[in-house]
């Protein structure tokens, strides 16, 4: 006969009121984590009891019951009710509902931990769909924070991972997908976007979320873009262009999702500042464009406003301000105490002398008339205004008695003619041919090698520039190559000077060698009379600093260390090499570091690969030698960042002298000199985290100039 199964039976409910009930102090919870007593009162008051006291009753010596009960388990929600009634708000005979053990079958103790511990913690896409179904239920979102005593931007991030794709939902309750990789996913709204980079994460087994949040924001504009910060994101919004937010992480400011918007909208405010510009200050012409290339003015005589001489007053309150500020700041520097009204009193006198000394320029009028200017974006989103070029077609006829009126014009490039309007990107810009796509390490393009030359010429420029001493010796040599090896010019005394452009390298102008070279170029124009018949006179009043360094200048301008295949320029190149040996010139140290606009992302894999190799090891090649070339290129810039790799056309060539006529250690310092030490690194993170990293060999010696030319050919 089959044994009977005894039933359960559960505890009854009871309603009792709260002033019978007495907290227990066996209860297991003593450490306070989660929510406050405060807040969960305040979601009592909200809700009402979610659950019932867990009480037993309190007997006498006898064993009967007191009418007292004892709760050992809901100590949090116990102390919640006794604050609300402390606070008024419920009374203390007010009926609460509890369960009540009268078997006893278990210890107090038991009881209370067992509460704890057999519960489940919501599952957290449980909580997102929750928020979601709130959200949809009319509540906003600040209201579901307050509910649920979070911030207002904790729901928005929920509701925003709510918002996911469902195929990844599912994906991440199964735990295929983890929370972090779920936030990077929900930057984009976009469902089927969502799914198509899981697929390619999951095929490239690379699934760290800052690579999912580059493949969805590929295609868009980041908010800190100059573009952007110059039309502004309200007006960009105005115009219904979509940006696209993260907010689990700094975006800063987001993703802008139509770039041909952008960029409509960035041309049609530049043409209105060209248009207002030219009306309002009279110059003849205006060009404009997002960015001119480097030496678009070549060809163009450039003339300088002067900043208008003070008044009588304004010269006196200069003279008052400069003194007070003075007197000041050297009572300050005595003072051992901080003064925050001393320091606020300085800050003021200070902008009122800057007011002073940064007075605007004023230009002549009968130069404006026949002059024109530049418009373009700066590095921050600013607008930059280059005024004061004049082109040849507009050049006033020099008679016999003004012959010298022209002096100041420079040859170069003829420039298209702008007379009497405004045009909007009209310089045309050279563009790369696509190299071929494979694992060869092949010759570099000999478009690569000239921008990359072009490059290392602005900045052996601008080092040149800060030698005077080297630049008198490099004018001296060519002096001495036309006194001796060369007829001179039927004139008393004539040296020829000639600066190259390089408007086909992209960004050149951007670079920081590029922008010294502009500003310094910019504050001897300041500088010079306007008139070259007071040249002269100016530069024999010059201090011997001052002509050093404006003749420094000068020359720097000349120099010229481009490779191109059709300039077989083998003894210049060479003596460029000299010079930048001589004055201690390294690309590495002047701050060059490959990218992908200046080279990753235009040589094939096999060279990326090659240049990670001989930076940072074999081991960390192999990291990187599965990914696709864009991402493989990507990966390699960040492996490459402080690397000081440089490609072989940037790199010093290496004099190989016979051992027996060159010292051992002074040989041994120019190798140490002019060759680069990898420095080893850890395995990119989103392949391999703990695998060992490796230094790298040396680089090998730079190629001589024959083999560049060879190689560009």
Known sequence: MAKAIQKITLNQAENIPFDKIELSQKNVR???????????????????????????????????????FDAPAGGRRYKALELLIEQKRMLKTAPTPCIVNRAETTSPEEDSLAENTQREQLHPLDQFRAFKTLSDQGFDTAEIAARFFVTPTFVKQRLKLAAVAPKLLDLYEEGEIRIDQLEAFAVSNDHVRQEQVWDTICRANVRQPYYIRRLLTETAVRANDRRAVYVGIDAYEAAGGAVMRDLFEQDQGGWLQDPALL?????????RNAETLKAEEGWRWVEAAIDFPYGHASGLRRFYGKQAELGAD??????????????????????????????????????????FNERPYVFDPVEVARGGAFISLGAQGELKIERGFVLAEDEPVASADDSDAGANDHDGEEAASLTGRVSINGRPVDCDQPQEEDDEIGPLAARLIEDLTATRTIALRNALANDPAMAFVAALHAFVLKAFYASSLASCLEITMQ??????TPGLGDTLWAK??????????????????ELWDFLTALDEASRQALFAHCVS????????????????????????????????????????????????????????????????????????????AREAARLLE????????????????????????????????????????????????????????????????NRLLDAAE
């Open 516 to 533: 010294e070279i502009e500003q310094r170029h910019d504050a001897w124009g300041h500088d010079l009379p306007n008139s070259s018949a």
């Open 314 to 355: 304004e010269l006196a309150r200069y003279t008052e301000v400069k003194t007070q500020y003075d007197k000041l700041d050297a009572e300050y520097a005595a003072a051992e105490d901080y003064s925050e009204e001393t320091e606020a009193r300085l800050e003021d006198l200070g902008n009122e002398l800057d007011q």
């Open 642 to 705: 402080g690397s000081r790799w440089l490609p072989e056309p940037l790199r010093l060539t290496v004099d190989e002298a016979p051992a027996d006529c060159c010292d051992n250690n002074a040989r041994d310092g120019a190798l140490e000199d002019d060759t680069a030490e990898g420095v080893g690194l850890e395995p990119p993170a989103l392949v391999a985290e703990d695998v060992e990293t490796e230094k790298s060999a040396r680089q090998e010696p730079g190629l001589d100039e």
């Open 263 to 271: 960029e409509q909208l960035v041309f049609e405010k530049l043409k």
């Open 30 to 68: 003593r450490i306070k984590d989660g929510v406050l007593i405060e807040q969960l009162a305040e979601d009592i008051a909200l809700r009402g009891l979610l659950q019932s006291l867990n009480v037993r009753p309190i007997r006498g010596a006898d064993g009967k019951e007191t009418g007292r």
């Open 557 to 632: 301008l000349s120099l010229n260390a481009v490779i191109q295949p059709w300039n077989r320029r083998h003894a210049a190149i060479a003596h460029a090499e000299r010079l930048a040996r001589t004055i201690g010139f390294d690309m590495a140290e002047a701050g060059w570091m490959p990218t992908l606009d200046n080279y990753l992302g235009r040589v094939t894999k096999g060279h990326i690969l090659q240049a990670v190799r001989e930076a940072k090891g074999e081991q960390s090649a192999k990291f990187i030698d599965h990914l696709n070339k864009a991402d493989m």
């Open 499 to 504: 600066t190259t452009a390089f408007g086909q």
